[in-house]
Protein backbone atom coordinates (compact mmCIF):
# COMPACT_ATOMS: atom_id res chain seq x y z
CA UNK A 1 0.00 0.00 0.00
CA UNK A 2 1.28 3.18 -1.01
CA UNK A 3 1.79 5.85 1.90
CA UNK A 4 -0.19 9.34 1.39
CA UNK A 5 -0.46 12.40 2.71
CA UNK A 6 -3.12 12.67 5.68
CA UNK A 7 -6.02 14.75 5.95
CA UNK A 8 -6.60 17.33 8.32
CA UNK A 9 -9.34 16.58 11.05
CA UNK A 10 -11.80 18.95 10.71
CA UNK A 11 -12.23 21.15 13.52
CA UNK A 12 -15.63 19.79 14.97
CA UNK A 13 -14.49 16.18 15.57
CA UNK A 14 -11.13 17.07 17.57
CA UNK A 15 -11.41 16.26 21.24
CA UNK A 16 -9.67 18.67 23.88
CA UNK A 17 -7.35 15.85 25.78
CA UNK A 18 -8.55 15.85 29.37
CA UNK A 19 -6.17 15.81 32.49
CA UNK A 20 -7.26 14.33 35.11
CA UNK A 21 -6.30 11.78 38.08
CA UNK A 22 -8.50 9.19 36.69
CA UNK A 23 -5.96 8.63 32.99
CA UNK A 24 -3.14 8.18 35.41
CA UNK A 25 -4.61 5.62 37.53
CA UNK A 26 -6.38 3.72 34.76
CA UNK A 27 -2.49 3.48 32.84
CA UNK A 28 -1.05 2.29 35.81
CA UNK A 29 -4.00 -0.19 36.60
CA UNK A 30 -3.34 -1.75 32.88
CA UNK A 31 0.18 -1.79 33.04
CA UNK A 32 0.81 -3.61 36.71
CA UNK A 33 -1.50 -6.06 35.45
CA UNK A 34 -0.40 -6.77 32.07
CA UNK A 35 -3.26 -6.36 30.11
CA UNK A 36 -3.91 -5.16 26.49
CA UNK A 37 -6.52 -2.80 25.48
CA UNK A 38 -7.85 -2.44 22.04
CA UNK A 39 -7.33 1.55 22.95
CA UNK A 40 -3.53 1.45 22.70
CA UNK A 41 -2.99 -1.29 20.86
CA UNK A 42 -5.55 -0.12 18.29
CA UNK A 43 -4.19 3.60 18.38
CA UNK A 44 -7.93 4.59 19.40
CA UNK A 45 -8.35 8.55 19.42
CA UNK A 46 -10.80 7.56 22.38
CA UNK A 47 -8.37 6.48 24.69
CA UNK A 48 -7.86 10.07 26.94
CA UNK A 49 -11.69 10.52 26.97
CA UNK A 50 -11.83 7.00 28.26
CA UNK A 51 -8.97 6.27 30.66
CA UNK A 52 -10.37 9.85 32.11
CA UNK A 53 -13.67 8.18 33.35
CA UNK A 54 -11.93 5.21 34.72
CA UNK A 55 -12.73 2.67 31.71
CA UNK A 56 -11.22 0.74 29.19
CA UNK A 57 -11.80 -1.79 26.44
CA UNK A 58 -9.78 -4.76 26.94
CA UNK A 59 -8.59 -6.77 24.10
CA UNK A 60 -8.10 -10.83 24.94
CA UNK A 61 -5.76 -13.12 23.72
CA UNK A 62 -3.14 -11.30 23.10
CA UNK A 63 -1.61 -7.86 21.08
CA UNK A 64 -0.90 -9.86 17.92
CA UNK A 65 -3.74 -10.45 15.20
CA UNK A 66 -3.54 -13.36 12.67
CA UNK A 67 -5.60 -10.66 10.09
CA UNK A 68 -4.15 -7.39 8.46
CA UNK A 69 -6.92 -5.15 7.97
CA UNK A 70 -6.85 -2.08 6.02
CA UNK A 71 -8.14 0.14 9.11
CA UNK A 72 -6.56 -1.65 12.03
CA UNK A 73 -3.13 -1.01 13.85
CA UNK A 74 -3.28 -3.89 16.14
CA UNK A 75 -0.07 -5.48 14.75
CA UNK A 76 -0.39 -8.62 12.30
CA UNK A 77 2.30 -10.98 13.27
CA UNK A 78 2.42 -14.59 14.35
CA UNK A 79 0.91 -14.47 18.00
CA UNK A 80 2.06 -15.32 21.17
CA UNK A 81 0.61 -18.25 23.38
CA UNK A 82 -2.39 -18.16 25.03
CA UNK A 83 -1.81 -16.59 29.22
CA UNK A 84 -3.76 -19.14 31.02
CA UNK A 85 -4.22 -16.18 33.66
CA UNK A 86 -5.34 -13.18 31.31
CA UNK A 87 -9.50 -14.06 32.89
CA UNK A 88 -8.09 -13.70 36.09
CA UNK A 89 -6.24 -10.13 35.37
CA UNK A 90 -8.78 -8.72 33.42
CA UNK A 91 -11.89 -10.12 36.13
CA UNK A 92 -9.33 -8.16 38.92
CA UNK A 93 -8.99 -4.84 36.66
CA UNK A 94 -12.88 -4.99 36.23
CA UNK A 95 -13.44 -5.03 40.03
CA UNK A 96 -10.79 -2.71 40.77
CA UNK A 97 -12.26 -0.05 38.52
CA UNK A 98 -15.78 -0.57 39.88
CA UNK A 99 -17.20 -1.35 36.38
CA UNK A 100 -20.93 -1.78 35.67
CA UNK A 101 -20.51 -2.33 32.12
CA UNK A 102 -17.37 -3.90 30.19
CA UNK A 103 -15.92 -4.54 27.10
CA UNK A 104 -14.32 -7.06 25.71
CA UNK A 105 -12.83 -7.33 22.54
CA UNK A 106 -10.23 -9.74 20.79
CA UNK A 107 -7.97 -10.06 18.64
CA UNK A 108 -8.50 -12.22 15.69
CA UNK A 109 -6.76 -15.97 16.37
CA UNK A 110 -6.88 -18.09 12.94
CA UNK A 111 -4.13 -20.24 14.68
CA UNK A 112 -6.12 -21.57 17.16
CA UNK A 113 -8.76 -24.01 16.30
CA UNK A 114 -11.65 -22.45 18.11
CA UNK A 115 -10.25 -18.82 17.61
CA UNK A 116 -9.87 -18.39 21.18
CA UNK A 117 -13.58 -18.98 21.58
CA UNK A 118 -12.96 -20.76 25.16
CA UNK A 119 -10.52 -18.01 26.02
CA UNK A 120 -13.22 -15.06 25.63
CA UNK A 121 -15.99 -17.16 27.19
CA UNK A 122 -13.38 -17.76 30.49
CA UNK A 123 -13.00 -14.41 30.63
CA UNK A 124 -16.48 -13.82 30.87
CA UNK A 125 -17.13 -15.98 33.84
CA UNK A 126 -13.66 -15.38 35.57
CA UNK A 127 -15.86 -11.31 35.66
CA UNK A 128 -19.13 -12.53 36.60
CA UNK A 129 -17.06 -14.36 40.10
CA UNK A 130 -15.19 -11.36 40.41
CA UNK A 131 -17.86 -8.74 39.95
CA UNK A 132 -21.05 -9.91 40.45
CA UNK A 133 -24.19 -8.26 38.78
CA UNK A 134 -22.24 -6.85 35.67
CA UNK A 135 -23.05 -5.94 32.06
CA UNK A 136 -20.50 -8.12 29.95
CA UNK A 137 -20.46 -6.83 26.25
CA UNK A 138 -17.64 -9.39 23.84
CA UNK A 139 -16.70 -7.86 20.82
CA UNK A 140 -15.48 -10.86 18.94
CA UNK A 141 -14.24 -11.74 15.28
CA UNK A 142 -16.14 -14.21 12.75
CA UNK A 143 -14.62 -17.11 14.01
CA UNK A 144 -14.44 -17.97 10.48
CA UNK A 145 -18.10 -18.45 10.75
CA UNK A 146 -17.84 -21.76 13.74
CA UNK A 147 -21.02 -22.28 15.22
CA UNK A 148 -19.11 -24.28 17.56
CA UNK A 149 -16.93 -21.20 18.56
CA UNK A 150 -19.59 -18.61 18.90
CA UNK A 151 -21.62 -21.20 21.33
CA UNK A 152 -18.75 -21.34 23.04
CA UNK A 153 -18.52 -17.97 23.92
CA UNK A 154 -22.50 -17.23 24.19
CA UNK A 155 -22.76 -20.36 26.78
CA UNK A 156 -20.76 -18.13 28.88
CA UNK A 157 -23.89 -15.92 29.35
CA UNK A 158 -22.63 -12.24 27.97
CA UNK A 159 -26.15 -9.59 27.83
CA UNK A 160 -24.30 -8.13 24.85
CA UNK A 161 -22.84 -9.89 21.75
CA UNK A 162 -21.10 -7.63 19.37
CA UNK A 163 -19.57 -8.47 16.05
CA UNK A 164 -18.72 -5.74 13.77
CA UNK A 165 -19.63 -5.33 10.35
CA UNK A 166 -16.97 -2.54 9.68
CA UNK A 167 -18.23 -1.49 6.26
CA UNK A 168 -20.93 -2.06 3.19
CA UNK A 169 -20.32 -4.60 1.08
CA UNK A 170 -18.27 -3.50 -1.77
CA UNK A 171 -15.79 -2.25 0.30
CA UNK A 172 -15.36 -5.62 2.86
CA UNK A 173 -12.52 -7.16 0.31
CA UNK A 174 -10.19 -4.11 0.70
CA UNK A 175 -11.43 -2.89 4.58
CA UNK A 176 -11.83 -5.91 6.46
CA UNK A 177 -8.48 -9.20 6.11
CA UNK A 178 -10.20 -12.60 5.61
CA UNK A 179 -13.93 -11.14 6.34
CA UNK A 180 -16.62 -11.83 4.46
CA UNK A 181 -19.59 -9.26 4.82
CA UNK A 182 -22.50 -12.03 4.24
CA UNK A 183 -20.28 -14.59 7.05
CA UNK A 184 -20.74 -11.69 9.34
CA UNK A 185 -24.58 -11.05 8.83
CA UNK A 186 -24.52 -14.68 9.40
CA UNK A 187 -22.68 -14.86 12.35
CA UNK A 188 -25.10 -11.92 14.12
CA UNK A 189 -28.27 -14.51 12.97
CA UNK A 190 -26.72 -17.31 14.16
CA UNK A 191 -26.10 -15.60 17.98
CA UNK A 192 -29.95 -14.41 18.11
CA UNK A 193 -30.94 -17.95 17.16
CA UNK A 194 -28.55 -19.65 19.60
CA UNK A 195 -29.42 -17.15 22.37
CA UNK A 196 -32.57 -15.50 21.54
CA UNK A 197 -32.37 -13.19 24.99
CA UNK A 198 -28.60 -11.85 24.07
CA UNK A 199 -28.57 -8.11 22.54
CA UNK A 200 -26.35 -8.58 19.21
CA UNK A 201 -24.95 -5.34 18.18
CA UNK A 202 -22.76 -4.24 15.54
CA UNK A 203 -20.82 -1.25 13.94
CA UNK A 204 -19.48 0.71 11.14
CA UNK A 205 -17.05 2.95 10.19
CA UNK A 206 -17.97 6.08 7.83
CA UNK A 207 -15.54 8.43 5.60
CA UNK A 208 -14.02 4.64 3.37
CA UNK A 209 -15.64 5.75 0.16
CA UNK A 210 -19.18 4.75 1.31
CA UNK A 211 -22.03 5.73 -1.10
CA UNK A 212 -25.94 6.38 0.66
CA UNK A 213 -27.32 3.88 -0.86
CA UNK A 214 -24.81 1.11 0.27
CA UNK A 215 -25.10 1.83 3.83
CA UNK A 216 -29.05 2.16 3.84
CA UNK A 217 -28.69 -1.47 1.74
CA UNK A 218 -26.25 -2.70 5.04
CA UNK A 219 -28.42 -1.51 7.50
CA UNK A 220 -31.46 -3.40 6.05
CA UNK A 221 -29.15 -6.33 6.24
CA UNK A 222 -28.69 -5.81 9.53
CA UNK A 223 -32.11 -5.54 10.70
CA UNK A 224 -33.00 -8.86 8.83
CA UNK A 225 -29.78 -10.72 10.74
CA UNK A 226 -31.95 -9.26 13.40
CA UNK A 227 -29.44 -7.18 15.27
CA UNK A 228 -30.35 -4.82 18.01
CA UNK A 229 -27.87 -2.29 18.08
CA UNK A 230 -26.06 -0.26 15.69
CA UNK A 231 -23.16 1.90 15.91
CA UNK A 232 -21.80 4.60 13.53
CA UNK A 233 -17.99 6.05 13.93
CA UNK A 234 -15.60 8.15 11.63
CA UNK A 235 -12.77 5.89 10.08
CA UNK A 236 -9.60 7.92 11.15
CA UNK A 237 -6.62 6.96 9.29
CA UNK A 238 -4.55 5.39 12.46
CA UNK A 239 -0.85 5.57 10.19
CA UNK A 240 -0.19 6.74 6.52
CA UNK A 241 0.12 2.53 6.03
CA UNK A 242 -3.44 2.27 6.64
CA UNK A 243 -6.58 2.81 4.23
CA UNK A 244 -7.21 7.03 3.89
CA UNK A 245 -9.99 8.88 4.87
CA UNK A 246 -12.17 9.24 2.02
CA UNK A 247 -14.95 11.54 3.78
CA UNK A 248 -15.44 13.58 7.38
CA UNK A 249 -18.89 12.82 7.62
CA UNK A 250 -20.86 15.40 9.56
Given at each position: MVAQARQRIPPWIRLKLPSNPSFSSTSRLIEDLRLNTVCESARCP???????????????????????????????????????????????????????????????????????????????????????????????????????SLRTVLDAGPEVFNHNLETVERLTPDVRSRARYRRSLQVLRMAREHSPSVITKSGMMLGLGEKDAELMAAFSDLRAAKCDVLTLGQYLQPTLRHLPVAEFVP
Open positions: NRWECWSRATATFMLAGNRCTRACGFCAVETARPFALEADEPRRVADACRRLGLKHIVLTMVARDDLADGAAGHVARTVRAVRVACGPIVVEVLTTDFNGSEE
